[in-house]
């Protein structure tokens, strides 16, 4: 029941964290400081944590992806093989691309 849990919680947990954090702060400050409606102080914190966050996150989905597509490649294999050649942070970009598109109007 519990197998791959931990995985899971190192790439979820700190981009969690830190959409949490910089959206509650930054609509804090923006609530105090701002004459905007606090909706788009809402939205606009929430844009800003998703940002954020996915810097952290699709990296993280990427090394789960290249791991669960080639079980034979270690965790060590999937960072060099995502962080190691121009192809594979072009790929990452493109992926962080896509995910800012998908996550921040959820956010």
Do not use: H, M
């Not at 905007?36 to 844009?47: E, H, I, R, S």
């Amino acid at each position: 029941l519990y197998d791959g849990l931990v995985p899971n919680l190192l790439k979820e947990g700190p981009p969690l964290a830190l959409y949490l954090g910089i959206y509650e702060a930054l609509k804090s400050l923006l609530l105090r400081n701002t004459e905007l409606a606090p909706v788009f102080c809402y939205l606009a914190a929430g844009a800003v944590g998703e940002c954020v966050g996915s810097v952290v996150r699709v990296p993280a989905e990427a090394i789960k992806s290249t791991r669960q597509a080639d079980g034979s490649v270690t965790v060590a294999g999937a960072v060099a093989k995502n962080f190691g050649d121009c192809k594979g942070r072009s790929n990452l970009i493109r992926a962080w691309s896509v995910a800012v598109v998908r996550d921040v109007p959820f956010g």
